[in-house]
């Protein structure tokens, strides 16, 4: 019996992967042996240095598409996701990203690149980037 699923990309690889919380047993971790950086992860911060705005909007524009991601505090019993916002980008090199944020501004990111994770603070758009991890195949 599973008490909590959590979604989350353990290995920092731009993948997710998924953690179980086992009733009366150890918890279990299910390693993504996928692809891999096929995505672009974004950490949100909000102007009062609160991380992970709940509410706050990411809308990516990816090869033509628009995707929406949002910002969700809690998760299941025993459990919390991931607060990066994980956007999938199938064969395609990198995303148009906009936050709204949850006071109402909006903040266009510009161009960010595959296998990227961008740390966003309100109102000073990307303050750090840094590689996600790549796995040999």
């Not at 991380?51 to 524009?61: C, F, I, K, T």
């Not at 033509?64 to 809690?74: F, M, N, T």
């Not at 025993?78 to 709204?100: F, K, M, N, T, Y």
Request: hydrophobic letters at 35%.
């Amino acid at each position: 019996v599973v008490r909590g699923l959590a979604s989350c990309d353990y290995d920092n690889d731009g993948d997710l992967d998924v953690a179980l919380a086992v009733n009366g047993g150890r918890a279990r971790l299910w390693e993504n042996g996928g692809g891999g950086g096929g995505a672009v992860e974004l950490r949100l911060i909000g102007a009062s240095g609160e991380l992970s705005p709940v509410g706050a909007r990411v809308e990516a524009e990816v090869g033509g598409r628009k995707l929406v991601r949002e910002q969700r505090g809690g998760g299941s019993y025993q459990s919390a996701p991931d607060q990066r916002i994980h956007v999938g980008l199938g064969a395609e090199g990198s995303a148009r990203i906009e936050v709204r944020w949850p006071s109402g501004k909006r903040e266009g990111l510009g161009e960010v690149r595959r296998g990227e994770l961008v740390e966003v603070r309100e109102g000073k758009g990307i303050v750090r980037r840094e590689a996600l991890l790549k796995r040999e195949r």
